[in-house]
């Protein structure tokens, strides 16, 4: 039940933030949404380090939504699980350094942020 209460907050916090951020840098449009969206849902078991793409998410979001972003992650266990998970496989790959966390995913794209932002 409890786990179902969490989900129920993290859906509800999912459809208030929808924040559109136009960059050529990251793929498709990218929200809040659908970089929480995308490490919620991530098949870790299946993640291949040698095709994707490791993107900022400074470069693609604005300081208040990643302060959203960072926020939800912290509350949600499904997600803060899976950004563990795949950022020690990032860290271990050489890809991220040991002061990134990975914070969405969308597509083949990994997006990080500082540990001190």
Request: net charge negative; no cysteine.
């Amino acid at each position: 039940m409890k786990r179902l209460r969490y989900l129920a907050l993290f859906a509800a916090i999912l459809g208030s933030f929808v924040f559109a951020s136009a960059t050529a840098a990251a793929p498709k449009q990218t929200t809040v949404g659908t970089l929480l969206g995308g490490l919620i849902t991530v098949n870790v078991s299946n993640v291949n380090v040698e095709v994707i793409d490791v993107v900022d998410v400074s470069d693609v979001l604005n300081d208040a939504n990643i302060e959203i972003l960072n926020n939800v992650l912290n509350n949600s266990p499904i997600a803060s699980n899976n950004s563990e998970i795949l950022t020690n496989l990032l860290r271990d790959a050489n890809l991220i350094t040991d002061n990134q966390i990975v914070v969405g995913v969308l597509g083949g794209t990994f997006f990080v942020t500082d540990l001190a932002q």
